[in-house]
């Protein structure tokens, strides 16, 4: 059974940090690029990352680019967003996705 499981969202102020995990189990990680998204109230989702399987190439939206930074480890079936800078706009819940499986998402709140 394919499963992700997104966890590491919580409640921080403008220019804090978090670091989001997806848990991957049922399938190898590692052979596949997977992607972070996030939705906000009242707007649609939206990449957020992406990192490749092969060779680690990595892209971002311009909105989080020198910001977040997408990473994995294969040995440990997860996949990372370090957020650094958070700021109110960020809020959102986060999901990750690999060949057409979502996590259930976890939330991520930028206030002061």
Same mark, same amino acid.
């Given at each position: 059974?394919?499963?992700?499981? %997104?966890?590491?969202?919580?409640?921080?102020? /403008?220019?804090?940090?978090?670091?989001?995990?997806? +848990? @991957?189990?049922?399938?190898?990680?590692?052979?596949? +690029?997977?992607?972070?998204? !996030?939705?906000? /109230?009242?707007? %649609? !989702? %939206?990449?957020?990352?992406?990192? $490749?399987?092969?060779?680690?190439?990595?892209?971002?939206?311009?909105?989080?680019?020198?910001?977040?930074?997408?990473? !994995?480890?294969? +040995?440990?079936? #997860?996949?990372?967003?370090?957020?650094?800078?958070?700021? /109110? %706009?960020? #809020? @959102?819940?986060?999901?990750?996705?690999?060949?057409?499986?979502?996590?259930?998402?976890?939330?991520? #709140?930028? $206030?002061?």
């Amino acid at each position: 059974q394919v499963l992700l499981v %997104e966890s590491g969202g919580g409640f921080v102020q /403008p220019g804090g940090s978090l670091r989001l995990s997806c +848990a @991957a189990s049922g399938f190898t990680l590692g052979y596949y +690029a997977i992607g972070w998204f !996030r939705q906000a /109230p009242g707007k %649609e !989702r %939206e990449g957020v990352s992406c990192i $490749s399987s092969s060779d680690g190439i990595t892209n971002y939206s311009d909105s989080v680019k020198g910001r977040f930074t997408i990473s !994995r480890d294969n +040995a440990k079936n #997860t996949v990372y967003l370090q957020m650094n800078n958070l700021k /109110p %706009e960020d #809020t @959102a819940v986060y999901y990750c996705t690999v060949g057409g499986y979502w996590g259930q998402g976890t939330q991520v #709140t930028v $206030s002061s």
